[in-house]
């Protein structure tokens, strides 16, 4: 989840760092949510929150459907770490919209991701256009 977000939450963490999850992959069915793929990498954040800042995002609104999995993730440092990811179940079908997949790759792009990961995040398909980058202009 980007920093931006849990603020407007009123959520900050103690730490906030980039990682990396191997084996998965990020998809979209609007909302992103995780799945595992051998072979695939996320890069996402983790943050060191009370168990209160964790549930809140997740206990109502959109991200109701989210659930926790334990995970294990690999820092910059190549620290591995324990960590609580919450995603949902994919396959509704649904593309995000170009706003909404706009922000996710804002977020990749302030967090440093590698450009592998971005150009992935941009060929995504959106609910408007089928592609982020058939998009019209704005």
């Known amino acids: 989840m980007d920093l931006e977000v849990l603020r407007t939450l009123s959520v900050v963490p103690k730490t906030f760092e980039t990682a990396e999850l191997k084996n998965w992959s990020i998809t979209f069915s609007p909302m992103a949510t995780l799945v595992q793929r051998k072979g695939d990498s996320v890069y996402g954040t983790i943050a060191e929150l009370s168990r209160d800042e964790i549930r809140m995002p997740y206990s109502k609104g959109e991200l109701k459907p989210y659930y926790p999995v334990d995970i294990t993730v690999s820092t910059k440092s190549n ?12 396959g509704t079908g649904q593309k995000p919209s170009v706003q909404y997949l706009q922000q996710v ?5 302030n967090l440093g991701f590698p450009s592998t990961y ?12 089928g592609n982020l980058e058939q998009r019209p202009p704005d």
Do not use: D, F, N
């Open 118 to 129: 971005l150009a992935k995040l941009e060929r995504g398909p959106t609910a408007q256009t």
């Open 105 to 109: 790759i804002q977020a990749a792009k």
């Open 79 to 90: 620290e591995r770490v324990r960590v609580l990811c919450y995603i949902s179940k994919s």
